[in-house]
C-alpha cells in the first residue's frame, strides 16, 4: 500500500527557535500534501494543503508566515514552525494522496511530536 | 463548509461484541467518506472508505454502510478483539484532492 513518512518523530527544542518537519511519499508521488495539527484527545485540524511547485493554500486562522510549508518535489513536503513557542507544543500530521482514481484516499504519515519548551 | 458529527465519543465493548460509531455531515456534495484507525502516538490509518454511490461495503469484520438521503455513514466492526481497541475517525470530502474534514473520533475499548 501506499506509504508516507515523517521525519523527525519526535523534537524537541527551545522556544524561538525553527523546526523542519518533513514529510516523504515513499511509492507514489504526490501533487497535493496536507498538513495537519493535533491536540491531545482531540479531532485533526487541517492547517494547510501543500501543492507542489506552487504556494500552499492555509486554513483560516493558521498563520503562514510562521508554518511555513515547501512541496519542492513530488515526493517530499516540510513545514518548518518558525519562532516556536510552547503554544505550537502538538502533534503534526501530514498526509498524501496517489492520485489513482478519483486521487482523494489519503495517507498519513506516522505524525511528528513537537515539544516547545 | 462541510461540518462532520461523530458518536459515541467513547465506547466500551466486550471481546466478540459488535461495536458501531455513527457520523452525520452537513455537505450533499461529499461523496468520500473514509474511516482512520488511529493508535496512541501514531498517524491515523485507513481501514475503510465508501463513496457515494456504493450503500454498503464490507471487509472482513468492518463494514460501513452510508445513507446519501439523510446524510449518515456509520463503522460496524463485529467480533471485536482486543487490537481493535483504538480511536477512530470518521471523515467526508468532495473526493478529488479537495480536504477532508473529520469527525472528533471515537475511542473504542475492547475488554477482553
Known amino acids: 500500500g501506499a506509504v508516507v513518512s515523517q521525519h523527525p518523530s519526535r523534537v524537541i527544542c527551545k522556544s524561538g527557535t525553527s523546526v523542519k518537519i518533513e514529510c516523504r511519499s515513499l511509492?507514489?508521488?504526490?501533487?497535493?500534501m496536507f498538513w495537519y495539527r493535533q491536540f491531545p484527545k482531540q479531532s485533526l485540524m487541517l492547517m494547510a494543503t501543500s501543492n507542489e511547485g506552487s504556494k500552499a493554500t492555509y486554513e483560516q486562522g493558521v498563520e503562514k508566515d510562521k508554518f511555513l510549508i515547501n512541496h519542492a518535489s513530488l515526493t517530499l513536503s516540510t513545514l518548518t514552525v518558525t519562532s516556536a513557542h510552547p503554544e505550537d507544543s502538538s502533534f503534526y500530521i501530514c498526509s498524501a494522496s496517489p492520485g489513482q482514481g478519483t486521487g482523494d484516499t489519503q495517507y498519513f504519515g506516522p505524525g511528528t511530536r513537537l515539544t516547545v519548551l | 463548509g462541510e461540518n462532520v458529527e461523530q458518536h459515541p465519543s467513547t465506547l466500551s465493548v466486550q471481546e466478540g461484541d459488535s461495536a458501531v460509531i455513527k457520523c452525520t455531515y452537513s455537505?450533499?456534495?461529499?461523496?468520500?467518506f473514509p474511516w482512520y484507525k488511529q493508535e496512541l502516538g501514531k498517524g491515523p490509518q485507513l481501514i475503510i472508505d465508501i463513496r457515494s454511490n456504493v450503500g454498503e461495503k464490507k471487509d472482513q469484520r468492518i463494514a460501513v454502510t452510508l445513507n446519501k438521503t439523510a446524510k449518515h455513514f456509520s463503522l460496524h466492526i463485529t467480533e471485536t478483539q482486543p487490537e481493535d481497541s483504538a480511536v477512530y475517525f470518521c471523515a467526508a470530502s468532495t473526493g478529488g484532492y479537495q480536504k477532508v474534514t473529520f469527525g472528533i473520533g471515537t475511542k473504542l475499548q475492547v475488554i477482553p
Open positions: 511509492d507514489f508521488q504526490a501533487t497535493t
Open positions: 455537505d450533499s456534495a461529499s461523496n468520500y
